[in-house]
T-cell receptor, first 111, second 112 residues
């Protein structure tokens, strides 16, 4: 369904630990997915994307996993740093450039 | 810096008024998108333009309209403003529709 931004789930991790942020998407026909990071006062910042013909993609310190069977995405951040503290959104491309965003997860990194 | 420029950063106005938000996409990007972010609805897609033509519409109110000009900049017009229109409005751009969208830092609209 459409994104409803209410109370954000929060993930609190220790600096240096790995973080895993999960997301369920709605449309089994979606073929393109993106993770964004949003810091306070800023717009969403592109982190990594994945297309439906892949189940894993790696970037610098980040990995996205896609499980189409259960319509689930995850973002893994290695060696989490204080600068990673932000709200993270997954988004699915519904066609025509229309992105449907998840509600977001707030990541808090403790030094 | 995403390369997407939005002006103004803040806008305060009253109910019933009309405002125009402006967006300059990244150099070379032909697609421009508008989104609304509010506390109760999250990030919502409004509309997509590609090279001057409307390509997709979301739950955009009839009081809202947009256009993309020949130089590829875009404007979002909001009229007959209501208190509930208070939100952050983001513009994003991409080369084509099925590529990463890059967002500006938004316009914060406050209706008094």
């Amino acid at each position: 369904g459409e994104s409803v931004g209410l109370h954000l789930p929060t993930l609190s991790v220790q600096e240096g630990d790995n973080s895993i942020i999960n997301c369920a998407y709605s449309n089994s026909a979606s073929d393109y997915f993106i993770w964004y990071k949003q810091e306070s006062g800023k717009g969403p910042q592109f982190i990594i994307d994945i297309r439906s013909n892949m189940d894993k993609r790696q970037g610098q310190r980040v990995t996205v996993l896609l499980n189409k069977t259960v319509k689930h995405l995850s973002l893994q951040i290695a060696a989490t740093q204080p600068g990673d503290s932000a709200v993270y959104f997954c988004a699915e491309n519904m066609g025509g450039g229309k992105l449907i965003f998840g509600q977001g997860t707030e990541l808090s990194v403790k030094p | 810096d995403s390369g997407v420029t939005q002006t103004p950063k803040h806008l305060i106005t009253a109910t019933g008024q009309r405002v125009t938000l402006r967006c300059s996409p990244r150099s070379g990007d032909l697609s421009v998108y508008w989104y609304q972010q509010s506390l109760d609805q999250g990030l919502q897609f409004l509309i997509h333009y590609y090279n001057g033509e409307e390509r997709a519409k979301g739950n955009i109110l009839e009081r809202f309209s947009a256009q993309q000009f020949p130089d590829l900049h875009s404007e979002l017009n909001l009229s007959s403003l209501e208190l509930g229109d208070s939100a952050l409005y983001f513009c994003a751009s991409s080369r084509v529709a099925n590529q990463p969208q890059h967002f500006g830092d938004g316009t914060r609209l406050s209706i008094l």
